[in-house]
């Protein structure tokens, strides 16, 4: 359910009235109205917060044990959310399968005109009222809708994030996966950690096992096995550092428990021989502790306001 997605600049769109005969658009779906409190919504509703942010005086509201269903331009949509800014329903979000944006994109354009196109979204706008259309990345199953007074719209903007995710998309995948996994920067929300995690963590979980159970492997000179797990298992431990760095700017952590945490394993591995009985397992036990580390953060939710690293993380 994609709610707090970054919202383009509208201000050029929506500073212009219903012309040519078009019809004002609705500021109602089903029961939810824009503009409603939350008591309000509370009424046909249960309200679960899923996220806050605190320097725009944000907050998003999960729906549930409700008439989730609705009609919108002549499709039936399911209600999923709201946004409150100001003590006020900001937004109205929804879900429709992905088979059926063409059907709402057709209906709205003959309603309300043409749409203002962005790399991630269709967007109806005038004075009054605002309409996110957003387009389903490969593989999903639905896209969000997002009915917005224009006003709340524009003062919710991030134009900012908006192109700063337009030049992530124009680097190319090679671009995209340092980005992803090897961007140390910013911060990573727990629902996107642990699938990242997962899969750098079980292919180096494999390579660590590999050596345990066939050390003879990697006796001697540079051999194959030496010299692709020396590369592999390299890349997976910068990514999972890094992974692991934007997880705890997430959390608010310092980044003095960075150099803390890898002073305690270089300890280890220079007493490892002389207290653990050998460099090796000294070497084993330093990449044990660090993987619990890394797994143990998939564990504590983030802040869910802004803080020195960055906003709150929109995936």
Sequence with gaps: MAMNFDIPDISETAGKAVTGGKKRKTRKIGALRLGDSLRMIANHFTC?????????????????????????????????????????????????????????????????????????????A??????FVTRPAKGD???????????????????????????KQ???????????????????????YIPKMLTVGIPAAFMFAFTCFKPELFVGDANVYIMTFLILGTLCFISLISLAMRRMSDL????????????????????????LGSQLTATRTIAVIFM???????????????????PVPKD
């Design 126 to 131: 005038d004075t009054v009222t605002s309409i």
């Design 252 to 275: 608010g952590l310092s980044h003095i428990y960075y150099w803390i945490f890898f002073a305690i394993l270089f300890a280890i591995n220079q007493l490892g021989g002389e207290y």
């Design 48 to 124: 679960t917060e899923e996220s806050r942010d605190e320097e725009k005086n944000t907050a998003f509201y999960s729906l549930s044990e409700g008439d989730e269903k609705a009609s919108f331009y002549g499709e039936e949509i399911s209600l999923t959310g709201v946004c409150i800014y100001r003590k006020k329903t900001a937004a109205i979000y929804a879900e429709l399968p992905s088979e059926k944006r063409a059907a709402l994109i057709e209906a709205l354009t003959k309603e309300a005109g043409e749409a203002q196109a962005s790399s991630a979204m269709d967007i109806f």
């Design 141 to 167: 199953k639905s896209f969000t809708i997002a009915l917005m007074d224009s006003e709340a719209a524009k003062a919710l903007s991030d134009q900012a994030a908006v192109e700063a995710e337009e030049k």
């Design 170 to 192: 124009a680097k190319g995948p090679l671009g995209r996966l340092f980005s992803t996994f090897f961007d140390p920067v910013g911060r990573i929300s727990r629902r996107s």
């Design 292 to 310: 619990a580390a890394v797994i143990l953060l998939s564990f504590f939710p983030g802040q869910n306001k802004k803080n020195k690293y960055g």
